[in-house]
């Protein structure tokens, strides 16, 4: 099955600066990749997504890069606030047998912005 | 605005008793998905569903767990008997998948659930 590697586990940055979540993905049929925030206590919520016939996406603030070749995709936020404090998830759909597909998740990254 | 339903939003429990979770997905999803959520674990699948059918519950332990859908409207996660192990957030998600694209999933608040 697919499995998605996510680094680094925790990120701390000063207010202003950016910061940049990477993911590697195993599964080379992986064709969607998308990025859930996930505030403290709060359920999982999409930021950005891409698919694999796009190599960037980009939303204000925030954009996502995809590198078929390597099999990795990254996050990247610029002019960071402290309302990005959040744990960051990426994701990876993939084909999982027995006519099934589904997201499988990186263990998560906790960001924190630093007044 | 359509939104994913989970009840109950908090339950503690002691050990051996049996607990129920409920999950109302997004009104025309087809797909549902159980995950639970720890400090260590992140996102673990735990059941995934397309068109009220069980295609992947290999993350689920079975002799305890078990997850349905009894219908379009309604997914149930039943734990029995729960073991204090089995703490942790359970989040349901519904999304729209057709072939082999699928779209955003959306999750509910999840259900805090304490065994002790």
């Known amino acids: 099955g697919e499995n998605v590697e996510q680094h680094p586990s925790t990120l701390s940055v000063q207010e202003g600066d950016s910061a940049v979540i990477k993911c590697t993905y195993s599964?080379?049929?992986?064709?969607?990749f998308p990025w859930y925030k996930q505030e403290l206590g709060k359920r999982p919520q999409l930021i950005i997504d891409i698919r694999s016939n796009v190599g960037e996406k980009k939303d204000q603030r925030i954009a996502v890069t995809l590198n078929k070749t390597a099999k990795h995709f990254s996050l990247h936020i610029t002019e960071t606030q402290p309302e990005d404090s959040a744990v960051y998830f990426c994701a990876s759909h993939a084909y999982s047998g027995a006519g099934s597909y589904q997201l499988t998740f990186g263990k998560g990254t906790k960001l924190s912005v630093i007044p | 605005d359509a939104r994913v339903t989970q009840t109950p939003r908090h339950k503690v429990t002691e050990m051996g008793q049996e607990v129920t979770m409920r999950c109302q997905p997004i009104?025309?999803?087809?797909?549902v998905f159980w995950y639970r959520q720890t400090m260590m674990q992140g996102l673990e699948l735990l059941a995934y569903f397309r068109n009220r059918a069980p295609l992947d519950d290999s993350g689920m332990p079975k002799d305890r767990f078990s997850a349905e859908m009894p219908d379009a409207t309604l997914a149930t996660l039943k734990i029995q008997p729960s073991e204090p192990r089995d703490s942790a957030v359970y989040f349901c998600?519904?999304?729209?998948?057709?072939?082999?694209?699928?779209?955003?999933?959306?999750f509910g608040e999840g259900s805090r659930l304490t065994v002790l």
């Open positions: 998600a519904s999304g729209r998948t057709s072939g082999g694209n699928t779209g955003e999933l959306f």
């Open positions: 009104l025309g999803h087809n797909t």
């Open positions: 599964d080379s049929a992986s064709n969607y």
